[in-house]
Nanobody, 121 residues
Framework: VQLQASGGGLAQAGGSLRLSCAAS????????YAWFRQAPGKEREFVAG????????RYADSIEGRFTISKDNAKNMLYLEMSSLKPEDTANYYC???????????????WGQGTQVTVSS
């Protein structure tokens, strides 16, 4: 599976952004998907997850209902709708695919290249 993330940029606090992740390759719809982020000097952390069944999602506590993960299987696209952005959301955001319903980086074997999100106060 190859993943290509896009959609990052500069936003003001309280604003919105939508990240996209294009998936290609074989059996792309048989994996769980997730968004992670990594801020400078910090470890990569889980943000949101999409279950392969399409019937379950999960979010990090820090997201507090501000982000929504979705997936368009027909287009092989994963999305992260981000609203009420905060300066602490500033990070490089990565999409990932894996065989386990997990929130840890080690369980995801496929990664996109990351897209930078910067939120100004």
């Amino acid at each position: 599976v190859q993943l290509q993330a896009s959609g990052g940029g500069l936003a003001q606090a309280g604003g919105s952004l939508r990240l996209s992740c294009a998936a290609s390759g074989r059996i792309v719809n048989l994996y769980h998907y997730a968004w992670f982020r990594q801020a400078p000097g910090k470890e990569r952390e889980f943000v949101a997850g999409w279950h392969v069944s399409g019937r379950n999602t999960r979010y990090a506590d820090s997201i507090e209902g501000r982000f929504t993960i979705s997936k368009d299987n027909a287009k092989n696209m994963l999305y992260l709708e981000m609203s009420s952005l905060k300066p602490e959301d500033t990070a490089n955001y990565y999409c990932a695919a894996g065989g386990l319903w997990s929130t840890t980086t080690q369980d995801f074997g496929y990664w996109g290249q990351g897209t930078q999100v910067t939120v100004s106060s």
